[in-house]
């Protein structure tokens, strides 16, 4: 009876901090952060590797459709490099992008990398065109993607791999397996996955460690709520893409409103929301325009109170 919660000690812990408490009086975290409480600058992912809470996403650095090379090749090497100078030292890619080219250009803007800097890329979508994306899960592909990627960001242990979607057509075991091999090989320290939900989290654990989830996410999207719950209760890292909405945007008269009252754009006050939503939230807005960098990078520096918090999170 001693490991059991007591009602009493239920209620304390219920009301002070909104914590869940299940059978057998195991206490997880809130379902969801309350305002101000996720103020950490930083985050270890994999218990690990520190990271400053706002990273740089580097898909946009390539052409249009994610497609070639960018239309101003020198242009996007000054934003990789700017971002770093900013404070970034967590930069998000992708084989697919480009596809290559954005690898490449990481490499070519930013090696030898400075000490403290994390290159997360992902395998396991292939571009047959120009906005066209094709999961591939097939462990041989996944194996010579991993050597490739490592090949082109000039790197001899990528720190965090994540399996950029799971194949339909392919047993997960199979594609983390693979994955798996590379990590004992010495070639990837961490292990993440991408468009997953909570369920699919738990079986992927069951066949290799994972660190991290990027999955979509915005204050306009939040599809994958329980999926960051999860994450939060797991301290595994949340790298939400498109968090200032991608292509879609975002929209709400609360955040415009707000933005004009901390003298910001929307998509500031877009980023300052998912770093207080939670303590494990990664954020990774992607720009080829230097002072959209420069505004994304503020967004670390900007406090909602807790009364705009919550009218964007309604």
């Known amino acids: 009876m001693d490991n059991l919660i007591t009602r009493r000690k239920f209620l304390e812990v219920s009301m002070a901090t909104g914590a869940t408490v299940f059978a057998g009086g195991k206490i997880l975290a809130a379902s969801t952060t309350a305002p101000g409480m996720a103020t950490n600058p930083t985050f270890k992912i994999g218990g690990d590797l520190e990271v400053n809470r706002l990273g740089f996403g580097a898909m946009r650095i390539t052409g249009e459709g994610i497609w070639g090379w960018p239309p101003d090749r020198a242009n996007a090497v000054k934003v990789l490099k700017h971002a770093v100078d900013l404070g970034v030292n967590l930069i998000d890619t992708a084989d697919a992008y480009g596809p290559e080219t954005s690898e490449l250009l990481i490499a070519e803007a930013l090696h030898p990398y400075p000490k403290g800097l994390i290159i997360a890329t992902k395998g396991g979508l292939t571009r047959p065109g120009p906005d066209e994306w ?37 047993p997960a075991e199979d594609s983390l397996g693979a994955l798996k091999e590379a990590q004992q090989a010495g070639k ?30 915005n204050f306009d999207d939040r599809k994958w709520d329980s999926a960051l719950d999860y994450c939060q209760r797991e301290s595994l890292g949340f790298l939400p893409w498109a968090p200032v909405g991608g292509n879609r945007g975002l929209s709400g008269s609360a955040a415009e409103s707000i933005a004009k009252a ?53």
């Open 134 to 170: 094709v999961p591939n899960g097939r462990p041989e592909h996944l194996k010579e993607a991993v050597d490739k990627s490592l090949k082109r960001l000039k790197l001899e242990r990528i720190d965090l791999y994540q399996l950029h979607r799971i194949d339909p057509k392919v």
């Open 188 to 217: 990837i320290r961490h292990i993440g996955l991408s468009e997953v939900s909570a369920r699919q989290i738990e079986e992927a654990r069951k066949i290799v460690p994972i660190v991290s989830i990027q999955n979509r996410y």
């Open 262 to 314: 901390h003298n910001a754009d929307v998509y500031r006050v877009a980023l300052a929301w998912l770093l207080q939503r939670s303590p494990v939230m990664l954020p990774i807005p992607g720009t080829q325009n230097l002072q959209h960098l420069e505004d994304n990078c503020a967004a670390a520096k900007l406090k909602l109170t807790p009364e705009e918090w919550k009218s964007l999170a309604a």
